[in-house]
Structure formats: structure tokens, C-alpha cells
């Protein structure tokens, strides 16, 4: 399997003027917030948001200026959005490390968080690109959106399969579907392949959410994060809502019971039991397998989209992308 770190060699000269570009706008005279963003940017995960965006841009007419500046804005939201929604969540980790405001306060998450989404404005009015400031606008209302949809349907965890859809949809796929929007029309491309690359980014995004909810049922060691978070966190994804209406009434009763009471963190079950006998009725109703199979579909969708562009290096490092958010072990 490819990782993002080989996919991004082909770009490596541009996503290097990426990175110093990105680290730039994070500089700033305020000592103590300049402690935190530090922080925030040597904990950054694997790029792919800005690999998209240059990749997408390369595919069109080439990687621009306008282009390096519009991953760094689309990069600072997603981070400004995680340090949000580590306080919405109350995670106390992020990456392997401490959340921001686990290692400081909320306050100071809240406020940092708000600082970088200033810096995302600056740099969309320097761009002065109306089309990738409403794709940017859009999709920070798709974020929020999506956060509030899964707060709310959180008073209860069984939701339905569109509910959780268009969850995911908001939440994770629509900042893939706008990173590659946004790096095609940094490059002046036409409405026609700014389309397909939405439609190309969208269809990565459901794949990678979806996988990532396969992922929390895995028994690999050192996946990067807790496994059974979902559940515990009071969220119920798509292989275990998939099995819920497989099983026979009284067993899939007995399960959200049991989920139920893992989410409450009740004293009268054994979290680890609790655990393994919801994996293992996972796996007996093939509720894995859904989520793979609905990936599938969705690889089918991202692939058609690219259909329109011929091939070439760039092309092919994007269906590698596609790939990798499959495939991946973590």
C-alpha cells in the first residue's frame, strides 16, 4: 500500500512551498500563542487535505501560488474545526497526544481555534477569488451543519442509515469534495472539471469516513487511536446499525442495550466483555462487510468522476489516494 508520504513525492517541490507557506500563517508576536499553534503544528496528521488540493490543481493547469495559498486556508480550517470539536466531543486526545484544550483550557482551545479561522479569512481575501471563497464559506457551514445534525440525532444513538450519511457527508467527505474543488478552480479550470473534482473529492471522503468506522472495530495494535470509541462516545455507526436491523429483534435489543450502557459508562457491565460481544455481533451480521461493499460503491463514483481528465501522473496519484483511504491499516 502507498502512503500519503510517497503519493506527495510527486509534488514534492510544490507541497515543500506548501508547508512553508502553511507554517507562515501560523506566526504570530503573541509568545504564549505562538506556544500553542507550535503545538498544534508539530502534532499535524497525514496531509492529505493539501495533497488533494495541489494534486487536483497539478491534474488541471498546474499548481499556482493561488493554489499553495488555498491548501494553507483549507488546512487551517479542518485544523481550527478539530480543535473545536475536541471541545464539543470533550476528547482528551488528538493524533496520539494531548487535545489542545486538554493540555490548556477550553477557553484557550476555543480562542485559538477562533484565531486560525481569522487567519483563513486573511488569506481568502488576499486570493480574491470569489469561487473559492464560496466553496470555502460552504464548506464551513457543511461542517457545522453536520456537527449539529450529529449532536442532535446524539440524543439518541440509533439513527438511520441516510441519517448517518448525510452526517458523514457534512462531517468528513464535503472537506475532501472542497479541497478538490477549491485546488481546480485556484487554477482557473472550467466548471465542468471543477464538478468532476468535487464529485472525485466527496466520493474519497465517504470512503475514508467509512473506513475509519471499520477501523473502530479492528484488533490491530497501534492503529493510531482507541478502537470501540464510537460506541463509548455514544455514537452508533453504520456496521453496527446495518446489524441492528439484520438481527432478530430480541438479540438487537439485547446489543443497544448493551451499547447503551457502555456509552452511559454504567458500573454494571464489564466494558471489555461489553465490547468484544458487540464485535462479535458485528461480524456475525456482516455489518463490516456492508460498510465495505457501500466503499465500493463509492470508489466506483470517485473513479467515474476522473474519467473526464486524461491520464497522467497526476491522475494516477489520485486514484492511489483512493486507494490508500481504502486500504489503510490506521
Known amino acids: 500500500m502507498t502512503s500519503p508520504q510517497d503519493i506527495r513525492k510527486i509534488i514534492q517541490s510544490e507541497f515543500r512551498l506548501y508547508e512553508e507557506a502553511f507554517a507562515q500563517s501560523l506566526q504570530t508576536d503573541n509568545r504564549f500563542l505562538a506556544e500553542v499553534l507550535d503545538y498544534i503544528h508539530s502534532k499535524r496528521g497525514k496531509q492529505l487535505r493539501p495533497i488533494m488540493v495541489l494534486l487536483s490543481a497539478a491534474l488541471c493547469r498546474g499548481i499556482t501560488e493561488k493554489t499553495l495559498q488555498t491548501a494553507v486556508a483549507l488546512e487551517l480550517m479542518h485544523t481550527a474545526s478539530l480543535i473545536h470539536d475536541d471541545v464539543v466531543d470533550n476528547s482528551p486526545m488528538r493524533r496520539g497526544s494531548e487535545s489542545v484544550h ?17 487567519r483563513v479569512i486573511h488569506i481568502l481575501t488576499e486570493l480574491r477569488n470569489t469561487t473559492i471563497l464560496n466553496i470555502v464559506s460552504n464548506m464551513g457551514a457543511a461542517l457545522t451543519s453536520g456537527e449539529l445534525l450529529q449532536l442532535h440525532s446524539g440524543q439518541s444513538m440509533w439513527i438511520s442509515e441516510e441519517q448517518y450519511n448525510k452526517v458523514i457527508e457534512q462531517k468528513t467527505a464535503c472537506l475532501f469534495a472542497a479541497c478538490s474543488e477549491a485546488g481546480a478552480a485556484s487554477t482557473g479550470a472550467t466548471m465542468r472539471q471543477m464538478t468532476a473534482m468535487k464529485q472525485f473529492g466527496l466520493h474519497l471522503g465517504m470512503c475514508f469516513q467509512l473506513k475509519d468506522d471499520v477501523l473502530d472495530y479492528s484488533d490491530i495494535e497501534d492503529i493510531g487511536k482507541p478502537t470501540m470509541n464510537d460506541i463509548r462516545d455514544g455514537k452508533a455507526t453504520l456496521p453496527l446499525l446495518i446489524s441492528l436491523q439484520r438481527a432478530p429483534k430480541e438479540e438487537a435489543e439485547h446489543i443497544r442495550e448493551i451499547a447503551e450502557a457502555l456509552a452511559l459508562k454504567s458500573p454494571h457491565i464489564d466494558p471489555f466483555e461489553a465490547e468484544q460481544e458487540i464485535k462479535s455481533f458485528v461480524l456475525r451480521y456482516e455489518g463490516i462487510r ?15 468522476a476522473l474519467s473526464i481528465f486524461p491520464d497522467n501522473k497526476y491522475k494516477e496519484c489520485l486514484v492511489t489516494l483512493l486507494g490508500y483511504a481504502i486500504s489503510r491499516v490506521k
Not at 486538554?102 to 481569522?118: E, H, S
Not at 465495505?292 to 473513479?303: G, Y
Open 290 to 304: 456492508y460498510a465495505h461493499q457501500e466503499m465500493e460503491k463509492h470508489r466506483k463514483k470517485a473513479l467515474a
Open 102 to 118: 486538554a493540555r490548556w483550557t477550553n477557553k484557550i482551545a476555543v480562542l485559538v481555534g477562533d484565531y486560525i479561522l481569522t
